[in-house]
């Protein structure tokens, strides 16, 4: 049996394959699969906490796509085993999470599923969204910005 992950979101039935002129596959020529066929078809659901708005800005980023909603399936969206790798190493290092492991991206795709996961290793919400927080208000600041307050004397 496949893991959810390995098994195709969607079918597209093709007369012929697409190739290049060295008989390969051209996958530039591969049609788009129908948003339906994917589950994007769904209304979006926006972060509404810090947490998962800070979860949503790392899809967005190692993905590299404009919107990601709470609901949004990871692989649906592009994501792979490689890609899922370093979403887990961000939130690890950016959540303090080491016991976050893969698998849970596997398991719990979304990123409510992730902040739940979260929850979960730090034992409540609340902690979860201290720690989103600072992380967003870090987004803000320039490199001079981080700088300064790294040289700034520290009052003890």
């Known amino acids: 049996s496949l893991t959810e992950c390995m098994i195709p979101s969607a079918f597209v ?3 012929t394959m697409p190739l290049t002129p060295n008989g390969k596959v051209d996958r530039r020529a591969l049609p788009i699969p129908n948003k339906a066929e994917f589950g994007l078809d769904r209304p979006f659901s926006a972060p509404q906490t810090v947490a998962e708005e800070v979860i949503a800005n790392i899809w967005k980023q190692i993905l590299n ?3 990601v909603g709470i ?3 990871f692989f649906n969206l592009g994501g792979h085993s490689l890609l899922a790798t370093r979403v887990i190493s961000r939130l690890q290092n950016d959540f303090q999470a080491d016991e976050l492991p893969l698998r849970c991206l596997f398991e719990s795709p979304t990123v ?3 902040v739940n996961e979260l929850t979960r290793i730090w034992g409540d919400r609340q902690t979860v969204e201290q720690i989103a927080e600072v992380l967003k208000s870090m987004e803000s600041l320039s490199a001079a910005d981080i700088d300064q307050m790294l040289l700034a ?3 003890t």
């Open 71 to 73: 609901h949004d399936n």
């Open 13 to 15: 039935l093709l007369d």
């Open 65 to 67: 796509i404009e919107r």
């Open 112 to 114: 409510a599923g992730l």
């Open 153 to 155: 004397p520290q009052i």
